[in-house]
């Protein structure tokens, strides 16, 4: 089987390892975002990843820095414990799917929103202008997933709307929606890559309802993202929600600290890391996003509370004894060019941590150029130089490989992520083994 060395891992055993396919380069710049448009009308539509292609022009001869670079990146690392923890579906309704995008993304009059709809649609490799967004965005993705060896897998979020304090949905303040039941049928549709994560507003009258439902359906976990959808951790109307979690094992997974993609409700407040408390203190297992990297946040413990970096506070959290079973962390966007560097050197000098930080790679953020500007990585000393052309050369051509490979080259003072980061099952797979298919819990 004709497999291109250097991209492909030569570890471990691959049974159907792929060969990239045929895809155009997308441009990753800032400056080039109109040329991320119109790569993907090419894409063969929703193609199985078992079938090897000729290699994109430019990938041979092999590039040994590259292979060096893949070879290390899967050095350690058990492919079928991979399982992207992370990962965003996006869409516009256009297939039927009950996806929404805010009017604003989709009107020239609204330069920032649509900037913003234009950026991650290019990161996504779709056109603006697509008429079959969702479907091209799926098919997207899985052609990606194809470049990993058999067994990796990718937890894809549905994103529920925002909803006002009574529980109403908020359409005018809803950046996007993804329904639960697009997640669990793209989750269905290729069941050897993709899982789902569901999104239920708390809120909504029939919350408790579409838990059960989702459980029942497999997701395997709850996804939140408590600024933007509006959701108040602390509000004593989730217990009951909390405690359904606890039963089921079911971990929560909230954004924490600033968000700057999804604008939404705009209560910014509501990521305070802090808030997380209340849904551990009742047994919730809690994964926060992006480990708070990202904005400052109140000291709600200070007497006096000031702002202080977000990330911060996740270290208080992670360093309370009460919650060290039970308080997770995923590594998504943290090597992002918005975080600080002591971010950076604060995860990677806590391996005492990282049997508590998952892998996620915040899918299609590693296709938007800006976000990984190399340099500032290795200038912060925690990427060689030397280390930058093959990964930018990757990035051109599968930004979750990229991504990946990224993580797995990050050292401060010697130490990387621990190979744990990267299994991710034993964290997501604790439901699947104490629940057998379709039984509700
Ligand atoms: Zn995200």
Redesign the pocket.
């Known amino acids: 089987m004709p497999t291109d060395p250097a991209v492909h891992p030569p570890h471990p055993p691959h049974p159907a390892a792929p060969g990239l396919r045929r895809r155009p380069m997308l441009a990753c710049c800032a400056a080039s975002l109109a040329g991320w448009l119109g790569s993907l009308q090419c894409e063969a539509a929703d193609a199985e990843p078992t079938t090897p292609t000729r290699a994109v022009p430019g990938v041979r001869p092999p590039d040994p820095a590259l292979a060096a670079l893949l070879a290390d990146t899967w050095q350690g690392l058990d492919p079928g414990a991979l399982w992207d923890a ?1 990962a ?1 579906l996006l869409g516009t309704g256009d297939s039927g799917s009950g996806c929404q995008v805010h009017p604003h993304l989709m009107q020239w009059w609204h330069p920032v929103e649509s900037l913003r709809r234009r950026t991650i649609l290019g990161a996504a490799g779709i056109a603006a202008e697509s008429t079959a967004i969702d479907r091209a965005y799926v098919n997207r993705l899985h052609s990606l997933t194809g470049d990993f060896p058999a067994g990796a897998r990718w937890l894809l979020y549905a994103f529920d709307q925002a909803h006002d304090d009574a529980g109403r949905p908020w359409p005018d303040r809803s950046t996007f929606h993804v329904p639960d039941r697009h997640a669990a049928a793209v989750a269905a549709a290729h069941p050897q890559r993709f899982a789902w994560v569901a999104s239920i507003h708390p809120y909504r009258e029939d919350a408790l309802a579409r838990l059960d439902r989702a459980l029942a359906d497999g997701a395997l976990a709850i996804k939140w993202l408590p600024s933007a959808m509006n959701i108040d951790l602390a509000d004593a109307r989730l217990w009951t929600f909390y405690d359904r979690l606890a039963a089921a094992d079911l971990p929560l997974i909230v954004h924490g600290g600033e968000e700057k993609a999804v604008p939404g409700a705009e209560r910014p407040e509501l990521g305070n890391p802090l808030q997380v408390r209340a849904a551990l203190e009742r047994g919730v297992r809690v994964i926060v ?1 992006h480990c708070a990297s990202l904005g400052q946040a109140l000291d709600l413990d200070a007497r006096r509370p000031r702002p202080v970096p977000a990330f911060s506070l996740f270290v208080r959290l992670m360093d309370e004894p009460a919650w060290q079973g039970r308080l997770l962390g995923d590594v ?2 943290l090597f992002q060019a918005n975080r600080r560097p002591a971010v950076w050197r604060g995860v990677l000098a806590r391996p005492d941590w990282h049997g508590r930080l998952l892998h996620g790679s ?1 899918y299609p953020l590693p296709g938007v150029g800006w976000l990984y500007r190399l340099e500032g990585l290795v200038r912060a000393g925690l990427l060689a130089e030397a280390d930058r052309p093959a990964l930018e050369a990757l990035r051109a051509r599968n930004p979750l490989l990229f991504d990946l490979a990224l993580k797995r080259r990050v050292r401060w003072q010697g130490q990387g992520l621990a190979d744990g980061v990267f299994d991710t099952r034993a964290h997501l797979a604790r439901r699947v083994s104490k629940v057998s298919p379709g039984s509700t819990v």
Do not use: R, Y
């Open positions: 992370h965003h996003a998504s966007a915040d």
